[in-house]
């Protein structure tokens, strides 16, 4: 499978710097790598012949934030079309049986998540900013920025298909969209196998300011050590 380019010309999201201070950084082609990735994996489940029909596929929404200090965020990604372009890319490959909704929301914390009963893969400003203020001091900073985040992309993207598509799955769910996501990216090109490191680094991120408590023993994901 051919690589994409890495970055996009003109194309930039707004993330926060370690400051607090609004940097607009070069993003890379995040919608095509996701999509090239997802034909990969789901070839032999989705029909890529047949096209998404009404009330089919993906499709985009932005929720506009109540914290002021996500406003120039929701608006540089609703303005670039970020979503659009995902579900566009998505649609062209994968044919669905109903209508999943890809969402950018304020969620009250860091997080990513597939909604089973809304059928929807909801990021959240949180997460945006919080992996922007970890890898702020990094010298290859946007690299693995969007590295990252296209790793949680994947593995949410993930759960949406097995849902969605009925796939069967062996063991815990969240291992299965680990081993998706992770699978998805390591293509064979060396920018597979960085954005699998980038998000090497933020599950080190994570751990070194957790505190481990005996309710993760029972947690839907596994212990990250």
Not at 40 to 50: K, N, P, Y
Not at 140 to 148: I, L, Q, T
Request: a negative charge.
């Amino acid at each position: 499978m051919s690589r994409k380019p890495w970055y996009v010309p003109g194309y930039v999201v707004m993330v926060l710097n370690e400051g607090l201070e609004m940097k607009s950084i070069g993003c890379p082609n995040i919608a095509k790598i996701v999509a090239a990735c997802i034909a990969f994996l789901v070839a032999a489940c989705a029909m890529a012949d047949e096209s998404n029909g009404p009330g089919k596929g993906f499709v985009a929404s932005y929720e506009a934030p109540e914290s002021p200090e996500y406003n120039e965020l929701y608006e540089t990604l609703k303005g670039e079309r970020f979503l659009e372009n995902l579900a566009g890319e998505l649609n062209n490959i994968v044919a669905l049986p109903t209508k999943v909704t890809l969402v950018v929301s304020e969620c009250g914390q860091v997080n990513a998540f597939y909604s089973a009963e809304y059928q929807s893969v909801v990021v959240c400003y949180e997460i945006l900013v919080d992996l922007a203020q970890k890898f702020a001091g990094l010298e290859d900073y946007e690299k693995v920025f969007s590295g990252a985040f296209t790793w949680i992309l994947m593995h949410e993207l993930g759960h949406a298909l097995i849902h969605v598509l009925d796939l069967p799955i062996t063991g815990k769910e969240e291992d299965v969209a680990d081993e998706f996501a992770t699978m998805a990216l390591l293509d064979g090109s060396d920018e597979g196998s960085e954005m699998v490191e980038s998000a090497a680094v933020w599950f080190l991120a994570n751990f070194e300011k957790k505190k481990v408590s005996k309710t993760v023993y029972a947690d839907s994901h596994v212990l990250n050590v």
